[in-house]
Nanobody, 120 residues
Framework: QVQLVESGGGLVQPGGSLRLSCAASGSIFSIGIMGWYRQAPGKQRSLVARILSGGSTNYADSVKGRFTISRDSAKNTVYLQMNSLKPEDTAVYYC??????????????WGQGTQVTVSS
């Protein structure tokens, strides 16, 4: 069993910054893609950014140049540095990880979500 625990959400003014963290623990052999998704009220969950095990990254167009995803593979942790935040970034943010467990099965695991609110 694998658990993803997120932290770092909160309330921030427009133009401000937040850093989200997500740590994976449990029966982990290795982790492939790690990513961040978000879901605003009344909208579908959508990809914000993802990072491959080799370090390659992809971003949604709406966050390019403002958000940076990174990972610490030794700690099984993924980060999302969010700068120049806008009200439209308000959402619940979820981390995901493609975990290869000790039985060599690959399972996409999800965090519980953390609220990010951008408002003055």
């Amino acid at each position: 069993q694998v658990q993803l625990v997120e932290s770092g959400g909160g309330l921030v003014q427009p133009g401000g910054s937040l850093r989200l963290s997500c740590a994976a623990s449990g029966s982990i052999f290795s982790i492939g893609i790690m990513g961040w998704y978000r879901q605003a009220p009344g909208k579908q969950r959508s990809l914000v950014a993802r990072i491959l095990s080799g370090g390659s990254t992809n971003y949604a167009d709406s966050v390019k140049g403002r958000f940076t995803i990174s990972r610490d593979s030794a700690k099984n942790t993924v980060y999302l540095q969010m700068n120049s935040l806008k009200p439209e970034d308000t959402a619940v943010y979820y981390c995901s990880a493609d975990v290869i467990n000790t039985a060599r099965s690959t399972i996409r695991s999800w965090g519980q979500g953390t609220q990010v609110t951008v408002s003055s």
